[in-house]
């Protein structure tokens, strides 16, 4: 199956969670510079927790991935660590049932809304309307590379799933990680 292919399906499986989260009341806050603190600190700490046990658990059963696509991607943890710092926030221990799927093209749906809302974020970033007391590091993404970045994680989405079969898990990783981020926005607009 051509790359483009994995590509567009990946785009109409989620096209409906991603518009869900685009709309968020805290995603419009953030957008808009008036997300409340008290919002903004819950969700950094539930990316926290989340990030800080999905990154490890990639590490340990896809190195192979790690080094195709650079540790650089594997350190969101250590970003929403440095922001909730800035914040005076403690840090939450990592969210012990969380691990990264073990299935190729299932990490491959994970990985293709992660780096998508890195994307996302840089974007947010760009409206220039700031975060509370600045804790922005997760939400700088790769800085001046985000761009870059993003085009070589399609390139490498296209040479790692192919087939009906693998496409379908692959979608079915991407729906339910925007479930996932979905909660944490969620969550926080509970605050």
């Given at each position: 199956?051509?790359?483009?292919?994995?590509?567009?399906?990946?785009?109409?499986?989620?096209?409906?969670?991603?518009?869900e989260l685009d709309e968020h009341p805290v995603v419009q806050a953030m957008v808009n510079g008036n997300v409340t603190r008290s919002q903004f600190e819950i969700l950094l700490k539930e990316y926290a927790g989340w990030f800080s046990a999905w990154e490890p658990s990639v590490a340990t059963l896809h190195p192979e991935v790690v080094a195709e696509l650079?540790?650089?991607?594997?350190?969101?943890?250590?970003?929403?660590?440095?922001?909730?710092?800035?914040?005076?926030?403690?840090?939450?221990?990592?969210?012990?049932?969380?691990?990264?799927?073990?299935?190729?093209?299932?990490?491959?749906?994970?990985?293709?809304?992660?780096?998508?809302?890195?994307?996302?974020?840089?974007?947010?970033?760009?409206?220039?309307?700031?975060?509370?007391?600045?804790?922005?590091?997760?939400?700088?993404?790769?800085?001046?590379?985000?761009?870059?970045?993003?085009?070589?994680?399609?390139?490498?989405?296209?040479?790692?799933?192919?087939?009906?079969?693998?496409?379908?898990?692959?979608?079915?990783?991407?729906?339910?990680?925007?479930?996932?981020?979905?909660?944490?926005?969620?969550?926080?607009?509970?605050?």
């Open positions: 199956m051509p790359g483009s292919d994995i590509r567009n399906a990946l785009r109409q499986a989620t096209m409906a969670a991603h518009r650079g540790e650089f991607r594997f350190e969101k943890s250590l970003w929403l660590a440095e922001d909730l710092e800035r914040l005076g926030v403690d840090v939450p221990a990592a969210a012990q049932e969380i691990r990264a799927a073990e299935d190729g093209a299932r990490l491959a749906g994970e990985l293709y809304v992660i780096e998508g809302s890195t994307l996302g974020g840089a974007a947010m970033m760009r409206s220039g309307k700031g975060f509370p007391s600045g804790a922005n590091r997760f939400y700088e993404g790769y800085g001046a590379r985000t761009g870059e970045a993003w085009m070589a994680m399609v390139a490498w989405l296209d040479g790692h799933v192919s087939g009906g079969a693998e496409v379908d898990r692959a979608c079915a990783a991407a729906v339910e990680t925007f479930a996932v981020f979905r909660g944490f926005l969620d969550r926080a607009a509970g605050a």
